[in-house]
């Protein structure tokens, strides 16, 4: 029988992981400031499924929902402090955790300030490794839409594999958009953890 690696893991908030420039550890509200200091940028939030945050209280709203999770135990979700200069410069965390398929998606975002660092994909081959050491995945997925280059960069380069396109996939921002979609397996060969 599968070993299930779930609720208490993340219960409370996920663990703290460290990567070279990144200290990946649970949000907390005093993040709130830091945090829309970004997602208020509309180049951020333009390939992503919210809209930019116009007040505090639409940033206060996101964590109250991420504190939430937390409480329940649901998928790992982490604030990425960028060690250079201590601040919470993005969030990547793991959604639709089905766990009867030890399956999760993967989704991240990050400061405009801080882009073409590489430190996304750094992120993410921590988030794998985790995923498949801690939370027993099988598969991890991510998806973006078609157009997002950058984000479709960072999946390749955390060594994840393009499956397709899927045409008209998600209705968002008043449109029908095509998505990529890039996963990788816990036994695929290249793996970041076996590299
Ligand atoms: C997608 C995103 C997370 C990439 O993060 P990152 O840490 O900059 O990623 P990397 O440094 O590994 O760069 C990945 C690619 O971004 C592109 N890129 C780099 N600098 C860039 C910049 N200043 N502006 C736009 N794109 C840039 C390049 O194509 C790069 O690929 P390369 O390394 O082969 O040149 C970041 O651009 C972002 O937060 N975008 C908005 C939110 C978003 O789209 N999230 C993903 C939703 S699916």
């Given at each position: ?17 460290e990567?070279?420039?990144?200290l ?13 200091a ?9 390939y992503?499924v ?10 206060e709203a ?13 998928a ?6 960028y ?20 399956r ?6 990050l400061h ?5 660092m590489?430190l ?13 050491e ?7 997925e ?23 396109t899927?045409?008209?996939r ?21 793996r970041?953890?076996?590299r």
């Amino acid at each position: 029988m599968r070993r299930r690696a779930g609720k208490e893991l993340s219960a409370g908030g996920p663990p703290r992981l460290e990567t070279g420039r990144l200290l990946l550890r649970a949000l907390t509200p005093d993040d709130a400031a830091a945090i829309f200091a970004y997602a208020s940028d509309p180049e951020v939030a333009r390939y992503m499924v919210w809209e930019a945050h116009r007040s505090m209280e639409d940033t206060e709203a996101f964590l109250d929902l991420t504190m939430s999770h937390y409480e329940s135990g649901d998928a790992p979700d982490w604030g990425m402090v960028y060690k250079g200069d201590g601040r919470l410069v993005g969030t990547c965390g793991f959604v639709a955790w089905e766990r009867g398929h030890a399956r999760a998606e993967a989704g991240y975002v990050l400061h405009r300030g801080y882009w073409g660092m590489g430190l996304t994909s750094e992120a993410l081959r921590a988030m794998i490794s985790f995923g498949f050491e801690r939370m027993d995945l099988n598969r991890i997925e991510a998806r973006c839409i078609a157009e997002n280059s950058a984000s479709a960069r960072v999946m390749e380069k955390a060594g994840m594999s393009y499956e397709g396109t899927m045409r008209g996939r998600e209705f968002l921002k008043g449109e029908y958009r095509d998505m990529k979609l890039y996963a990788i397996l816990k036994d695929d060969p290249l793996r970041p953890s076996s590299r």
